[in-house]
């Protein structure tokens, strides 16, 4: 499916650790709850791939999500609704969930975040469907496909200098100048109650996955960025007591995790972050993705660029549409396995996320040429 790569990986040497509790259960059994039952819900496709020498090779597609491309679908627009509902309460106006969808009432309210393109998809959604204004913003290099997919939502779009990390500062100090609510899929210290319902919103992605499967994983590999995701789906395997050693794979020009995992602690990755894997450009961990990883994740790896294209263009010939960024996990599998790192082998029963669709259809067709 690929050929040989460099890659970097590093076993976290205590995984299983004692820790703090990032997503309580309450929080994930109302967002299931909640998103199960929006117009348009269903599971998206598990997918049996070639092997690759492993028992079995599952991809998670998220293309079809809600039709917004990505996994995202399932964080960022839960977590605007979650934020409209408790807005109104403040205000003395009692509303649920479903009540607010109808009536798209949710009042003055104006919702901000930075995105690589994905989460700022699902925030422009999530604010058009409770009636709220929204102003994302968006680093240079985020392509001017996925700045129109969120336009086409009714959000406003702003470019900021630098790179992602630095969108997220400019989001932050634009809500508190004028008044806004930041939804972010990254948190930092004073700011973790909105990316906790972004990421209980992810839960339902590795939930879904985990009852498609049927005998459950050994293993399962899963994207990077922020860290959130991943957080998110070892939190779910640990919920349903699944002792599967999860990998959290990133690109080698934005490896933000495996920097902290190396350095014992929580690291920033500096510069532009030049990697085609744009929905995983960051440099900056999320402090409770890392909270929950630091002692969950069995191995943090790093892939090349080349991988992933090599990997777009495979799924793309067995009928399967993958972004860029969908496949650092399943390229982690594949050359992790041919080492023989992390206990892989033929009795591996391996689960993988494919974590967006052609997200901007001219870059998926010109990688995938």
Same mark, same amino acid.
């Given at each position: 499916m690929i050929g040989p790569h460099h890659y970097r990986l590093h076993e976290n040497p205590r995984p299983g650790a004692p820790g703090i509790v990032v997503l309580p259960e309450g929080g994930f059994r109302r967002a299931r709850e909640e998103i199960t039952a929006w117009p348009g819900y269903a599971p998206t496709p598990l997918h049996d791939l070639p092997p690759q020498g492993f028992a079995r090779l599952a991809y998670k597609d998220e293309g079809p999500r809600f039709g917004l491309g990505s996994f995202k679908a399932l964080g960022g627009a839960y977590a605007v609704l979650r934020l409209a509902v408790m807005e109104l309460s403040r205000r003395g106006i009692r509303t649920s969930g479903a009540e #607010? #969808?109808? $009536?798209? %009432? $949710? &009042?003055? +309210? @104006?919702?901000?975040? /930075?995105?690589?393109?994905?989460? &700022?998809? $699902?925030?422009a959604w999530g604010a058009q469907r409770v009636g709220a204004a929204c102003v994302i913003y968006v680093h240079e290099t985020v392509s001017q496909g996925r700045r129109d997919a969120i336009a086409a939502y009714g959000a406003e779009v702003r470019e900021v200098p630098g790179n992602y990390d630095d969108a997220v500062r400019e989001a932050a100090s634009a809500a508190e100048a004028n008044g806004w609510h930041v939804v972010s899929d990254t948190s930092y210290p004073g700011y973790t109650e909105t990316p906790r319902d972004v990421m209980q919103g992810y839960r339902l992605m590795a939930d879904e996955a985990l009852d498609q499967m049927g005998e459950p994983p050994t293993h399962v590999f899963i994207q990077g960025g922020v860290g959130g995701v991943a957080a998110a789906v070892a939190t779910q395997l640990r919920a349903r007591r699944i002792p599967a050693r999860v990998v959290v794979v990133e690109p080698d020009e934005a490896a933000c995790l +495996? /920097?902290? %995992?190396? /350095? &014992? @602690? #929580?690291t920033v990755v500096p510069g532009d972050l030049p990697t085609l894997m744009a929905g995983l450009a960051c440099g900056e961990p999320s402090l409770l993705a890392w909270q929950e990883l630091e002692r969950s994740a069995h191995a943090f790896m790093a892939v090349p660029d080349a991988a992933a294209v090599e990997a777009m263009r495979a799924l793309k010939a067995l009928g399967i549409t993958a972004g860029e960024s969908a496949v650092a996990g399943l390229c982690g599998a594949i050359l992790a396995a041919r080492d023989g790192r992390l206990g892989l082998g033929a009795d591996s029963r391996v689960l993988v996320f494919g974590t967006e669709g052609a997200t901007d259809p001219e870059v998926y067709a010109r990688l995938t040429a």
């Amino acid at each position: 499916m690929i050929g040989p790569h460099h890659y970097r990986l590093h076993e976290n040497p205590r995984p299983g650790a004692p820790g703090i509790v990032v997503l309580p259960e309450g929080g994930f059994r109302r967002a299931r709850e909640e998103i199960t039952a929006w117009p348009g819900y269903a599971p998206t496709p598990l997918h049996d791939l070639p092997p690759q020498g492993f028992a079995r090779l599952a991809y998670k597609d998220e293309g079809p999500r809600f039709g917004l491309g990505s996994f995202k679908a399932l964080g960022g627009a839960y977590a605007v609704l979650r934020l409209a509902v408790m807005e109104l309460s403040r205000r003395g106006i009692r509303t649920s969930g479903a009540e #607010l #969808l109808a $009536s798209r %009432a $949710s &009042g003055e +309210l @104006t919702v901000t975040c /930075a995105t690589d393109g994905n989460h &700022g998809r $699902s925030v422009a959604w999530g604010a058009q469907r409770v009636g709220a204004a929204c102003v994302i913003y968006v680093h240079e290099t985020v392509s001017q496909g996925r700045r129109d997919a969120i336009a086409a939502y009714g959000a406003e779009v702003r470019e900021v200098p630098g790179n992602y990390d630095d969108a997220v500062r400019e989001a932050a100090s634009a809500a508190e100048a004028n008044g806004w609510h930041v939804v972010s899929d990254t948190s930092y210290p004073g700011y973790t109650e909105t990316p906790r319902d972004v990421m209980q919103g992810y839960r339902l992605m590795a939930d879904e996955a985990l009852d498609q499967m049927g005998e459950p994983p050994t293993h399962v590999f899963i994207q990077g960025g922020v860290g959130g995701v991943a957080a998110a789906v070892a939190t779910q395997l640990r919920a349903r007591r699944i002792p599967a050693r999860v990998v959290v794979v990133e690109p080698d020009e934005a490896a933000c995790l +495996l /920097a902290s %995992a190396e /350095a &014992g @602690t #929580l690291t920033v990755v500096p510069g532009d972050l030049p990697t085609l894997m744009a929905g995983l450009a960051c440099g900056e961990p999320s402090l409770l993705a890392w909270q929950e990883l630091e002692r969950s994740a069995h191995a943090f790896m790093a892939v090349p660029d080349a991988a992933a294209v090599e990997a777009m263009r495979a799924l793309k010939a067995l009928g399967i549409t993958a972004g860029e960024s969908a496949v650092a996990g399943l390229c982690g599998a594949i050359l992790a396995a041919r080492d023989g790192r992390l206990g892989l082998g033929a009795d591996s029963r391996v689960l993988v996320f494919g974590t967006e669709g052609a997200t901007d259809p001219e870059v998926y067709a010109r990688l995938t040429a």
